[in-house]
């Protein structure tokens, strides 16, 4: 089975601190995606990576960074976190072939800046 | 450009009643389609898909869904409801090709009384 792995499960801390999210995935998928999901507002996609050091901006890329260094490993990075970046956090991943967008996501990740 | 639409936000039924969850896509090409679930605290776990084979689709848990090309529709159904049917559930729409991403509807939560 795919495994999609979030480090952590639940982050607390406080504005302006930097945050750093992890993903790592086991089943050498070319394609790595994170969004926020927030209540009455679906997922929203952040960023996303179509191959190691590549990035493209989603939706709502502003106040977010990310780092894909390696081909399991897809980082995002908040540099200054706001409270208005309280919410759940998801990782997912995908193959290139087949090519049909289905994604496999980790547990998430749920944010609390104070 | 594609785009899921799912009316209301909540749906509730009794157990061992029939589930029926609608989703409305748009797409320019032939599209496909995804349902996945989410339990509270958790990601997404993918229910079943449609990938242009059989337009009838069952996927796990005893869910299926039908694609209907005229009605741009890929509702999901259930039989009788249980109790831990209750969580949330969000259809999807991709299309083939290089890089192929997955738009979500907002979602739906899936009540369950006695």
């Known amino acids: 089975d795919v495994k999609v792995t979030q480090s952590s499960r639940y982050l607390v801390k406080r504005t302006g601190e930097k945050v750093f999210l992890e993903c790592v995935q086991d089943?050498?998928?070319?394609?790595m995606f994170w969004y926020r999901q927030d209540p009455g507002l679906g997922l929203r996609l952040i960023y996303f990576s179509y191959d190691v050091k590549m990035k493209e901006k989603g939706d709502i890329p502003e106040g977010y960074s990310v780092s894909r260094e390696k081909k399991e490993r897809f980082s995002l990075i908040l540099e200054s976190a706001s409270t208005n970046q309280t919410s759940m956090y998801l990782c997912?991943?995908?193959?290139?072939?087949?090519?049909?967008?289905?994604?496999?996501f980790g547990e998430g990740s749920r944010l609390t800046v104070l | 450009a594609q785009s899921v639409t799912q009316l209301g936000s909540h749906v509730s039924v009794s157990e061992g009643a029939l589930v029926l969850l609608r989703c409305n896509y748009s797409?320019?090409?032939?599209?496909?389609l995804f349902w996945y679930v989410q339990y509270p605290n958790q990601g997404l776990q993918l229910l079943l898909k449609?990938?242009?084979?059989?337009?009838l689709v069952k996927g796990i848990n005893g869910f299926e869904a039908e694609f209907k090309k005229s009605e741009t529709s890929f509702h999901l159904t259930k039989p009788s409801a249980h109790m831990s049917d209750a969580a949330e559930y969000f259809c999807?729409?991709?299309?083939?090709?290089?890089?192929?991403?997955?738009?979500f509807g907002k979602g739906i939560t899936l009540s369950v009384r006695p």
């Open positions: 449609y990938t242009s084979a059989a337009t």
């Open positions: 997912a991943s995908s193959p290139t072939v087949p090519n049909t967008g289905e994604l496999f």
């Open positions: 089943m050498d998928h070319e394609n």
């Open positions: 999807a729409v991709s299309r083939a090709g290089a890089n192929s991403k997955l738009t």
């Open positions: 797409s320019s090409v032939p599209p496909y």
